[in-house]
């Protein structure tokens, strides 16, 4: 077991997170299986060390076993190989310090602000509210349209817009957002439209031939129904407490439904 000396000098270790060091000369540093913990002792009433000299102890915290809720201390004399497994709760770690003393001491998994950060961003992405669009044409859906006319497509009002939800954690926070950057129709006939916004709304009290859509296609062939997928795909992305942000994976939400198009009928007269 540790000496009196060295008790504070474990708790000081235990107590900060990795690659870090306090005032008084404290430190750990993280390494794969295994931490290396620092201190200037604090000489005793008792100790016969000359004033004004601190001899540095330095321990090396080698993982013992691996545990996951189970106390199960492993020989310090023995040559057991460590686990291969990940910790999970926590860990044995074997204990040297350059002034002989040994031991084996269990120490809880600890998560960094930014490993808090992130989990927060992730779970707030989460329970962003995005539904399939709602995507209107022209023609108007269950109406018919016409070959080699243009059949716009766009989205409802206030469909394109941003949407950010923020967690809490004490005094760590984290905004997730999810911004729409894409619409992909897959158009039925074997054709795949890409649009970076919206679409134009077909505006009915204007004449047709002073309006342009920037999201429309041709339908070269009639069908009496064809299965239009209208998919909408958002950039996440997140920001926290500490200046730290960073991307999160692309959310694509889709709607399905038919359209008809049809040749349009020529009527010849004779004069």
């Excluded at 404290?26 to 601190?54: C, D, H, M």
């Excluded at 001491?105 to 539904?131: G, H, M």
């Excluded at 505006?203 to 041709?218: E, G, K, M, V, W």
Aim: net charge positive; glycine share 10%; charged share 25%.
């Amino acid at each position: 077991m540790f000496t009196g000396a060295m008790t504070p000098l474990l708790v000081a270790g235990l107590a900060v997170f990795p690659s870090t060091r306090d005032d008084d000369g404290v430190g750990v540093s993280a390494q794969p299986f295994n931490y290396l913990i620092w201190a200037k002792e604090k000489p005793r009433q008792s100790s016969a060390t000359p004033a004004g000299k601190k001899p540095k102890v330095t321990c090396s915290y080698r993982r013992w076993w691996y545990a996951n809720g189970l106390k199960k201390v492993g020989s310090a004399d023995s040559d057991q190989p460590l686990s291969t497994e990940q910790p999970k709760e926590g860990a044995w770690y074997e204990v040297r310090c350059s002034d002989g003393s040994r031991d084996i001491v269990w120490i809880k998994n600890q998560e960094s602000p930014r490993a808090v950060r992130e989990r927060l961003a992730r779970r707030a992405y989460e329970r962003i509210p995005i539904t399939p669009p709602k995507v209107l044409t022209a023609p108007p859906r269950g109406q018919d349209g016409l070959v080699g006319l243009p059949h716009w497509f766009y989205l409802a009002e206030g469909q394109w817009a941003a949407k950010s939800k923020r967690l809490h954690a004490g005094a760590i926070w984290a905004e997730a957002t999810a911004t729409p950057q894409r619409m992909t129709i897959d158009t039925g006939d074997g054709r795949t439209l890409t649009c970076d916004g919206p679409g134009v709304a077909y505006d009915t009290s204007r004449p047709a031939a002073l309006q342009r859509s920037t999201c429309s296609h041709r339908y070269l062939q009639p069908a009496k129904a064809r299965e239009v997928t209208v998919s909408v795909t958002w950039r996440g992305t997140w920001r926290g407490s500490g200046g730290e942000g960073g991307v999160l994976p692309p959310i694509t939400r889709s709607a399905t439904f038919p359209i008809r198009v049809v040749e349009a009928q020529a009527l010849v007269t004779k004069g």
